[in-house]
């Protein structure tokens, strides 16, 4: 079955830049989605059709791809970003990647 | 302001069932595919089931398929979800989404609004 791959975690500190990555083979060929969880919460979408961002996000939230990845990149980390994010894309069905614990030092 | 509301989680024993909803307010619900997406504890998120924005077409992840049944009444804003036979596995927050365009349900499109969600225990 189609997997997307993220790294279980990053961590920067504030005022940095985050980058989390999102790899799988369908994405060349397939928009991908991010969401934002904070603990006990709904997922949050932060980045739409790879780099959209929608209405009442930060601009500090931008995304990017090329190739087989695709790149959730947050400016100027805040403490509130600190969260797990997830990318989401397609195959067949929805797939989730399995998810990046953001850690703000 | 767009939100969803679902209700109906609780613990129920292995082999049991349960029914969810998912009451939807301030936008147009027949006019978009809506889903259940899973959380199990820990662990991160699984789409479950889609459902047009008709009602006329489901669809169903392999996990789940011949157990639970989507559905929606558009008179009344709500989604549904039908879950029988269910398992230990299919303990999760099972939380209800509202597909960010179109009423047909396309497994590239992402999901724009969520639910806070609704725990399910399956348990003896």
């Known amino acids: 079955s189609y997997e997307l791959t993220q790294p279980p975690s990053v961590s920067v500190s504030p005022g940095q830049t985050a980058r989390i990555t999102c790899s799988g083979d369908?994405?060349?060929?397939?928009?991908a989605y991010w969401y934002q969880q904070k603990p006990g919460q709904a997922p949050v979408l932060v980045i739409y059709?790879?780099?959209e961002r929608p209405s009442g996000i930060p601009e500090r939230f931008s995304g990017s791809s090329s190739g087989t990845t695709v790149t959730l990149t947050i400016s100027g980390v805040q403490a509130e970003d600190e969260a797990d994010y997830y990318c989401?894309?397609?195959?067949?069905?929805?797939?989730f990647g399995g998810g990046t614990k953001l850690t703000v030092l | 302001e767009v939100q969803l509301l679902e209700s109906g989680g609780g613990l129920v024993q292995p082999g049991g069932s349960l029914r969810l909803s998912c009451a939807a307010s301030?936008?147009?619900?027949?006019?978009?595919?809506m889903s259940w997406v899973r959380q199990a504890p820990g662990k991160g998120l699984e789409w479950v089931s889609a459902?047009?924005?008709?009602?006329?077409?489901?669809y169903y992840a392999d996990s789940v398929k011949g157990r639970f049944t989507i559905s929606r009444d558009n008179s009344k804003n709500t989604l549904y979800l039908q879950m029988n036979s269910l398992r230990a596995e299919d303990t999760a927050v099972y939380y209800c989404?509202?597909?960010?365009?179109?009423?047909?349900?396309?497994?590239?499109?992402?999901?724009?609004?969520w639910g806070q969600g609704t725990t399910v225990t399956v348990s003896s």
């Open positions: 989404a509202k597909t960010d365009r179109g009423s047909y349900y396309d497994p590239s499109h992402g999901m724009d609004v």
């Open positions: 301030g936008f147009t619900f027949s006019s978009y595919a």
């Open positions: 459902i047009s924005g008709s009602g006329g077409s489901t």
């Open positions: 369908a994405l060349p060929k397939q928009y």
């Open positions: 059709k790879d780099s």
């Open positions: 989401q894309s397609a195959d067949s069905s929805v797939v």
